[in-house]
């Protein structure tokens, strides 16, 4: 049976407590709202008890930020898009930010299984003074279980409309770009981070956003397989290849906390759930 689920997220500020009210259909989840840096940031862990996606299972998740608040999201572990008999598997999440609101939207990786047929998409839409900093990890086939990703495909979407588009198809028969040098070459997870605004970024802010993540590029394992650039003045996005998810989240954490420092005047401050 596919499971069709939906979870509706609002951040709102009530006195100096940024709080996250939550409803939902289906088995998504909103844990507990924690406070590991005070009452202005408000973390979630968002869950999906069956732990996958199988074909004909669609995932909706709605975010929105009131202005002045600030939220960050994040997942216990990986999503999983299983094999399917043809049905599609979709998740898909749109985000909205009033002005003068922050979002951290720091899911887990996504795992790839062979035959599945996927659809991950994000749209996010920010009024001016709204500032985001979020990532995408995709991983195909479980390497360390010898359990390649040798049938299936993932449709990928990322948007910021009018501002930013990426829009791929992953198809493991396509031997050109699952191996070649001019695709993933046997690279076998693929990662994003960026930071995208309402406004336009200041000169002098975004070099250093470039200067800081190419610091950290350079110190990574990932150097010769990542990179950072800004497509447009109101995007700021790191990309990398990686054989497995470890060095690819590691060096997005590096530049998350990195940036959260210099761009927001924040802390480190991770998930706790990540350290469980």
């Given at each position: 049976m596919a499971w069709q689920a939906n979870l509706n997220l609002a951040y709102a500020r009530h006195g100096a407590r940024v709080v996250a009210h939550h409803q939902h259909s289906g088995p998504l989840r909103i844990l507990q709202s924690l406070y590991p840096e005070g009452d202005a940031i408000c973390h979630n862990v968002l869950?999906?008890?069956?732990?996958?996606?199988?074909?004909?299972?669609?995932?909706?998740?709605?975010?929105q930020a009131a202005s002045g608040t600030h939220g960050l999201v994040t997942t216990p572990g990986a999503t999983r898009f299983y094999r399917s008999d043809g049905p599609l598997a979709l998740q898909r999440t749109r985000i909205q930010l009033q002005a003068d609101s922050r979002l951290e939207w720091l899911p887990l990786e996504a795992l790839c299984y062979s035959d599945c047929q996927a659809e991950n998409r994000l749209q996010m839409e920010l009024e001016p003074g709204a500032e985001m900093l979020g990532?995408?990890?995709?991983?195909?086939?479980?390497?360390?279980?010898?359990?390649?990703?040798?049938?299936?495909?993932?449709?990928?979407?990322?948007?910021?409309?009018?501002?930013?588009l990426e829009r791929g198809?992953?198809?493991?028969?396509?031997?050109?770009?699952?191996?070649?040098?001019?695709?993933?070459?046997?690279?076998r997870c693929m990662a994003s981070l960026f930071f995208v605004t309402g406004s336009a970024i200041s000169r002098a802010r975004k070099q250093q956003a470039l200067d800081i993540a190419r610091e950290c590029i350079a110190a990574s394992e990932l150097a010769a397989t990542a990179g950072?650039?800004?497509?447009?003045?109101?995007?700021?996005?790191?990309?990398?290849?990686?054989?497995?998810?470890?060095?690819?989240?590691?060096?997005?954490r590096n530049v998350r906390n990195a940036w959260r420092q210099a761009l927001w005047q924040l802390p480190v401050c991770n998930p706790r759930i990540w350290s469980m």
């Open positions: 869950v999906h008890p069956p732990g996958g996606l199988v074909g004909g299972d669609t995932l909706d998740i709605a975010v990532w995408d990890v995709t991983a195909f086939g479980l390497p360390n279980a010898n359990l390649p990703f040798v049938k299936g495909s993932l449709a990928q979407h990322i948007e910021l409309p009018g501002v930013w198809r992953i198809d493991a028969a396509d031997t050109r770009l699952m191996d070649g040098p001019t695709g993933l070459a046997g690279a950072v650039t800004s497509p447009h003045g109101q995007v700021i996005v790191l990309r990398a290849l990686a054989p497995l998810v470890e060095p690819a989240m590691q060096l997005l």
